[in-house]
Nanobody
Framework: QVQLVESGGGLGQAGGSLRLSCAAS????????MRWFRQAPGKGREFGAA????????YYADSVKGRVTIYRVNTKNTGYLQMNSLKPEDTALYYC??????????????WGQGTQVTVSS
């Protein structure tokens, strides 16, 4: 059974940093993307960043580019989202997801339970 478990969310201050983790288990994901989406209260899910399972290709949304870094540690089957220069508008529930496309969401995608990030001004 596939599991994605996020951790690392919490309360951050504007200008500060947080690192989110996503531990994957249950199968291998060759040719898949590990992605981070977020959902703020009252809004839809927004793409943040994606990385291929072999870490060869990385993609960022314009809204976070330059402030976040996505990376993977294959030996741990874990992905990370390093978030710097936090802004109050980064406040959202952050989801780790694995799918076959960079941004498109499909029914067969795998999702974690989400980790809350709250940024105070």
């Amino acid at each position: 059974q596939v599991q994605l478990v996020e951790s690392g969310g919490g309360l951050g201050q504007a200008g500060g940093s947080l690192r989110l983790s996503c531990a994957a288990s249950g199968r291998t994901f060759a040719k898949y993307y590990m992605r981070w989406f977020r959902q703020a209260p009252g809004k839809g899910r927004e793409f943040g960043a994606a990385i291929t399972w072999d870490a060869d290709s990385i993609y960022y949304a314009d809204s976070v580019k330059g402030r976040v870094t996505i990376y993977r540690v294959n030996t741990k089957n874990t992905g990370y989202l390093q978030m710097n220069s936090l802004k109050p508008e980064d406040t959202a529930l952050y989801y780790c997801t694995v799918g076959q496309f960079v941004m498109a969401i499909r029914p067969r995608d795998y999702w974690g339970q989400g980790t809350q990030v709250t940024v105070s001004s």
